[in-house]
Structures are given as structure tokens and as C-alpha cells.
């Protein structure tokens, strides 16, 4: 990696020591929205990474993207849950929308003042997107919502949500749907396992009018559209659970150089070396794993996605097991919440299961080895 890419890193990890890590308990206990960290991001401009300059944003390639993630995830996952749906949230409308569209949606969440969701999930729609209830259907010179979205991140602290509904019996579109147009109402605040700084609530959709210009292009190509953003939004996953991973590992490092038994530091004890060594492979093979198919995206090598998969898939089942081990590194110590091992085993657990599961990743994975689309 570049210089131009450690100094990026060293001056996220810095802001995230001093700004955002010291509030990262609290928000986790009190199930608050992170400000301290929204306003840190913020004053150093990292909502605007991957936006055009000309609406507001830096410009920055993905793998900048990437390791913001990672580096704001290591000190509070939540926070960086709420930056990256930001971006996939806004992803559509700036790869396909209208320049009318992109002006009116896109400056507002460059600058921060404005944040953004993405809706899919249904009550009874997860995984299989097919099956999605919610409709928009014309009327005039407008389009009218119905339809319930489950678990949106975001919501209701978002400005935009971008809404998939069918509009035709096997046809999607992408609709911008604002939080004070009259039809859209929010669901209770979920009480969650982890993650738990980042709201999530039902978004209802109720007779909810929207005028014409907020179809994102095609009103029947939004499932492609999607998928087409997955690749993104996978990569930026996949470094949330790795820099929650490094989060942990962290800690757990610094915890066995300090704590002593038997007369020694826990660092001098062979059994615990081996897991600290396994702990580290596990967080490099699948870094470098990530910046390969970052690579790949980059490149618009269609090898990418099968890639992106495989990486989703190790950065999370490797994040859950270095934070298990880091916990178990702690001790007794680890189990408390005056720890932040425990909160970083917690929210490492839902990137195993948002944005693809991690047994749809290795369904991607199979149908691209048998396409003989996986080889170097
Ligand atoms: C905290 C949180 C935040 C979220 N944020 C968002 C958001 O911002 N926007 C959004 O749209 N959604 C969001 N989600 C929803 C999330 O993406 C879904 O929960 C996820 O896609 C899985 O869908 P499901 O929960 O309906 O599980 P299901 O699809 O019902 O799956 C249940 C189990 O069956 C397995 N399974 C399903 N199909 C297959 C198959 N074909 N083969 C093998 N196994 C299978 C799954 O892997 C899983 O283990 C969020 C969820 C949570 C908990």
C-alpha cells in the first residue's frame, strides 16, 4: 500500500482514538445516536468520501472508502454503520440518476448535514428480494408507495430512503422517498443484540406520493440496479467486520502485555501466543483478501463479485472469532461491559447476516466456480 494510503489510514485512526472511541461505550449502553462521532466525521469530511467534487464530495476510490471503514469500525461500529449506509443509500441515485435527481439528493449527505437509507427487507422478505410486497404505482405525473421495509438502518434519522418496490409483476424500481413526504411514518426503535448506535426501524409506506423525478432512471431496472451496488456495499461490510476484528485484537494485545499471572505477563504464556498468532493471520489473509477485491471492483473485473463474496464471508467469520478469542483473552474481564471486547463480539455478529448472509455469499460463490468465473 502507498504512503498516500497510510497517511489516509493514520489520520482516520487518530481521529477515531480522540474523537470517536471515547464515546463508543455510552452510545452502545444508552442505544443513542452517535453524534459525538457524526460531528467528528463531519468536521473532517469523511460523509463526503465518495462523492463527485461537483456535489460536494472528495472523489476518493474505493479503497479509501474502505479503510475509513475499517478505521472508524475499529473504535465504534455503529458509527461507521451509520457513514457507509449513507453512501449505499445515495448509491443509486449517483450511478443512475437524473442530474436533477443526484443535485437534489446527493450535496446535503456529501456535506453531512443529511443522511440516507436503503430499503429492501421486508416482514416477509429477506434474503429472496424477489418476493418484495411493496408497489409504486403511477398516477399522473407522480408515483404512490405501499408497503411496509424492515430493519432500516438509518431510519427514521435519515433525510432519503431509497426504496425498491415492484412495479410490474417481475419489474423493481428504486424510488427517493423524503422523511417529510405526507405517507411515510417509522416503526418503533429496534432493541438490538448489537450495532446498537445505528437506528433501525420499520419504514412505512402509506399512500405515499412522490413526484415523477424521484425514480432513479428506469422504474423497471432497480433490482439490477441494486445488484449492481452490491459489489460496493459488500467491500464496505467486509471492512466494518474487519475493523471491528482490529478493534478487538487491539485491546486484547494491549490487555495480555498488561495483565500478570502466575508471576508473568499473560503475553508470556505459549498458549495464549498461539491464539494472538492465529488471531493476526485471521485479520491479514482477509484484509488482503478485501483489497484484492477491491481491486477487482475497481478494475470492473467481472471476477469481482464471486471476490467481494469470499471477502464478506472471511472478514465476518474471522472478525466473530477474533472477537470471541479477544474476549477470551480478557478473562472474566471481557464479559464486563467496562470492556470493550464484549461490544465488539456483539456487533460483530450482524455482519454474518446483513447485506447477504453469509450462506447467500457462498451460494454466489458455487454458481461462479461452476462458471468458471473464480480462477486467477
Ligand atoms: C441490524 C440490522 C440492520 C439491517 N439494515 C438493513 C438495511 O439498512 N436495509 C435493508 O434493506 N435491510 C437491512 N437489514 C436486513 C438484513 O439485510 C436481512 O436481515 C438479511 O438480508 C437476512 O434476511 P432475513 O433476516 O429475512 O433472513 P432469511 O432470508 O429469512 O434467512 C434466514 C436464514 O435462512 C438462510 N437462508 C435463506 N435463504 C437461503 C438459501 N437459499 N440457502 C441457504 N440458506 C438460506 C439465511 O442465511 C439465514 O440463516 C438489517 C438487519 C439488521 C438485523
Same mark, same amino acid.
Given at each position: 500500500m502507498n504512503t498516500e494510503y497510510e497517511d489516509f489510514r493514520a489520520s482516520v485512526r487518530r481521529l477515531a482514538a480522540d474523537k470517536i472511541a471515547p464515546h463508543a461505550a455510552d452510545v452502545d449502553d444508552k442505544e443513542r445516536f452517535p453524534e459525538e462521532a457524526w460531528a467528528a466525521?463531519? &468536521? #473532517?469530511?469523511?460523509? *463526503?468520501?465518495?462523492? $463527485?467534487?461537483?456535489l460536494g464530495g472528495s472523489g476518493a476510490d474505493l479503497l479509501s472508502q474502505v479503510i475509513a471503514v475499517e478505521e472508524v +469500525? &475499529? &473504535?465504534c461500529a455503529s458509527s461507521a454503520l451509520v457513514l457507509l449506509v449513507n453512501w449505499a443509500g445515495t448509491s443509486t441515485v449517483v450511478s443512475h440518476g437524473s442530474d436533477e435527481l443526484r #443535485?437534489? @439528493? @446527493?450535496?446535503? @449527505? +456529501?456535506g453531512g448535514? +443529511?443522511?440516507? #437509507?436503503?430499503?429492501?427487507?421486508?416482514?416477509? @422478505? *429477506?434474503? $429472496?428480494?424477489?418476493?418484495i410486497r411493496t408497489t409504486a404505482t403511477r398516477d399522473g405525473g407522480d408515483w404512490v408507495l405501499n408497503g411496509q421495509k424492515r430493519f432500516i438502518s438509518n431510519a427514521p434519522w435519515a433525510e432519503w430512503y431509497a426504496v425498491l418496490a415492484r412495479t410490474g409483476e417481475k419489474d423493481f424500481g428504486v424510488f427517493m422517498v423524503h422523511?417529510?413526504?405526507?405517507g411515510i411514518s417509522f416503526g418503533p426503535h429496534e432493541k438490538k443484540m448489537g450495532m446498537r448506535g445505528s437506528p433501525t426501524t420499520d419504514v412505512v409506506l402509506a399512500d405515499c406520493r412522490i413526484p415523477g423525478r424521484r425514480v432513479v432512471a428506469d422504474p423497471t431496472q432497480g433490482y439490477r440496479y441494486i445488484n449492481g451496488e452490491l459489489n460496493v456495499s459488500r467491500a464496505l461490510i467486509a471492512a466494518q467486520a474487519l475493523g471491528i476484528a482490529q478493534g +478487538?485484537? $487491539?485491546a486484547a494485545v494491549a490487555y495480555t502485555c498488561d495483565r500478570r499471572q502466575f508471576g508473568q505477563a499473560l503475553s508470556r504464556f505459549q498458549l495464549l501466543r498461539g491464539m494472538v498468532a492465529d488471531m493476526a493471520v485471521k485479520i491479514e489473509s482477509a484484509r488482503a483478501l478485501l483489497h484484492d477485491a477491491v481491486?477487482?471492483?475497481t478494475a470492473g473485473d467481472p471476477r469481482a463479485r464471486s471476490r467481494v463474496s469470499m471477502a464478506k464471508l472471511l472478514c465476518s467469520d474471522n472478525a466473530m472469532s477474533v472477537t470471541t478469542d479477544a474476549l477470551q483473552l480478557h478473562g472474566g474481564y471481557g464479559f464486563i461491559r467496562d470492556y470493550p471486547v464484549e461490544r465488539m463480539m456483539r456487533d460483530v455478529k450482524i455482519t454474518q447476516i446483513y447485506e447477504g448472509t453469509n450462506q447467500i455469499q457462498r451460494l454466489v460463490i458455487a454458481k461462479d466456480v461452476y462458471a468458471g468465473q473464480v480462477r486467477s
Open positions: 466525521l463531519r &468536521a #473532517a469530511d469523511l460523509p *463526503g468520501l465518495p462523492y $463527485d467534487e461537483k +469500525a &475499529a &473504535a #443535485a437534489e @439528493v @446527493v450535496p446535503r @449527505v +456529501a448535514e +443529511a443522511g440516507a #437509507a436503503w430499503c429492501m427487507t421486508e416482514p416477509t @422478505v *429477506g434474503s $429472496d428480494l424477489s418476493g422523511k417529510d413526504d405526507a +478487538a485484537f $487491539d481491486a477487482l471492483i
